[in-house]
């Protein structure tokens, strides 16, 4: 356990737990989110299983998730800890830009989705905005939605059997 986890929350803090199965990156989170004035990490956790069991003890405000976990998915704790924390925001974290995973992810109930090398302060400013009822995407996730929503382009596949004036 992270000795961060015991400290005492700053006053007014918006409280975050860090679900990430890589140390290092789970480190660095927390490492930036308590270096950062108005954000407490209260908890970290290596994996999905872990999540589920003790992000309800501390009641975070946000949960970073990284969507991609050994065991338990990010998507599924995400699922099982909206019910129990029905006020806490879920910011989902991936390396992929994988479509079917970012739906997936919203109906779970998750009210973002970063790519993990999104810069520092934007992680910050997506954690802000999520507090403040905004629903924070890389813009190239933002983007893959818009495309989704759009659907197939007519081709002339879908005009086979009309005339030129049909088609017209």
């Known amino acids: 356990t992270n000795v961060s986890s015991y400290h005492p929350v700053k006053k007014t803090a918006i409280t975050v737990s860090v679900v990430e199965d890589h140390g290092p990156t789970r480190e660095g989170l927390s490492q930036l989110i308590n270096r950062t004035e ?3 990490c209260v908890s970290e956790h290596p994996n999905g299983e872990d999540a589920v069991v003790r992000v309800p003890r501390f009641k975070p405000s946000v949960v970073l998730m990284d969507i991609n976990l050994p065991g338990i998915t990010g998507v599924e704790a995400v699922s099982r800890l909206k019910t129990c924390l029905p006020q806490t925001q879920f910011i989902m974290l991936t390396a992929y830009k ?3 995973a970012i739906f997936n992810a919203l ?3 998750a ?3 970063l790519l993990k090398q999104t ?3 934007e992680l910050l ?4 905005e999520v507090c403040a009822g905004g629903a924070p995407m890389t813009s190239q996730i933002a983007r893959r939605i818009v495309e989704t929503f759009r659907g197939p382009q007519k081709t002339a596949a879908n005009s086979e059997g009309l005339t030129a004036r ?3």
């Open 38 to 40: 108005e954000f407490e």
């Open 98 to 100: 994988d479509t079917d």
């Open 107 to 109: 109906r779970a109930g």
């Open 111 to 113: 009210n973002g989705y």
């Open 119 to 121: 810069a520092p302060q």
């Open 125 to 128: 400013a997506a954690l802000r």
């Open 166 to 168: 049909e088609q017209e």
